[in-house]
């Protein structure tokens, strides 16, 4: 990995865990309350409006939105479809901030203090700066740097959010890592000419997961964890 | 301090001793290459030449340019006024990046480590970001995030510099302060309703300094230096 001065480091899912952590904090959430609601069905619709929300913003459909306000759109939407009555405006600012509250997986921040000996590491996400500041702070996560969707205005995998990253940084496509569980992003990385890092996560969607069981192609690093991806690196 | 959330840094002179820092850096540069430069009137006119190339950027004189090339181009007109000879342009390169290479001052790592315990810590500084993010990892700087300046592509003291970094941050101005060894700077901030912390670097410019030896104002925190700071805010 001669020359590699930066890695990035797609979030949801390859760092934190949202799935389980949002499923543990609404579950309480809704003990508290004394709702009758299926959590599990209620995060997995909340996360399978993600896509279509973000591609609403692409293609221009809406103008430019950050992901916490996507994310408040979609829940009051299930709120209505789960039928779950008395929430109050405080109780939804306070669920959508549950994005900012996801625990990393047992290897994130072990591996990414590993690789931060030796390289610049940085979050490029579709999550806002404040998400992804908040959720640094909540979790532990020693980001050097933090790529909110705010500073491009624009969702992966535009090219745009993965060049303006590098030029930002002072760096050549070629010197940058981007790390993530999901191929696509991987593929819209090494297009631009950047390194690519597959960090398998075969449950980020639950124990029926069926894509992003493994590495599509032959990515210049295959891990099983960040931690798994430091040894390679050798930090 | 109630409801504050975030603390911004002035970067250059606040938090790292630029000047103490290239002195030693092109000194030791200089005896290296048997050049016979008085590297003190160097570095003084180095920093001379900054404000007024950021203002040609700022009035649209010339467009948007960062600081690390507005530095190389002050660079390459001291070395032809102070008549260095033989320098290559990867001399060139590495000098200008002694700016990447700035040490903090005692207090820096301690009270910001202090700070970051219990606040958001980010630069906000006319420094790009690969210059603030280089020079956080070879000071030990522990920032949460890193507001450079081709974020909101303008330089302070616009207003939009500030604005839009309390936004990014999902905070109001009221909920962010602004801390700066420069009086100019925490006035642009107070007038957008920002909090404002005075930190004192009475030798930032050497042992005449002449300006900002003290608060002009009643600013929310008067500090003596960054630990004096947490000390204040109960950090």
Request: glycine share 8%; charged share 20%.
């Amino acid at each position: 990995m001669q020359g590699l001065k930066a890695i990035l480091f797609d979030t949801f899912g390859t760092v934190v865990d949202w799935r389980g952590s949002l499923i543990a904090e609404l579950s309480a959430f809704g003990a508290a309350r004394g709702l009758d609601v299926d959590w599990t069905a209620f995060v997995d619709a909340w996360r399978d409006a993600y896509k279509p929300s973000m591609d609403r913003v692409r293609t221009g459909e809406v103008p430019w939105t950050i992901l916490d306000t996507l994310h408040r759109e979609s829940l009051e939407m299930l709120v209505t479809k789960f039928g779950i009555a008395g929430l109050t405006d405080d109780d939804l600012a306070h669920l959508t901030k549950g994005w900012h509250r996801l625990h990393g997986w047992p290897d994130s921040v072990a591996g990414l203090t590993r690789l931060k000996s030796k390289f610049i590491i940085s979050p490029l996400s579709n999550g806002n700066v404040a998400l992804l500041v908040n959720m640094a702070k909540f979790a532990g996560i020693p980001w050097d740097m933090v790529f909110g969707s705010e500073i491009p205005r624009a969702y992966k995998p535009d090219p745009q959010v993965y060049l303006g990253a590098c030029s930002m940084l002072g760096c050549m496509p070629g010197e940058v890592m981007m790390a993530a569980a999901h191929n696509y992003d991987l593929a819209a990385a090494r297009a631009l000419g950047m390194r690519t890092g597959f960090i398998a996560r075969p449950t980020e969607y639950g124990p029926r997961q069926s894509k992003d069981l493994r590495a599509e192609s032959d990515w210049d690093v295959i891990a099983t964890s960040i931690e798994h991806m430091a040894d390679q690196l050798g930090c």
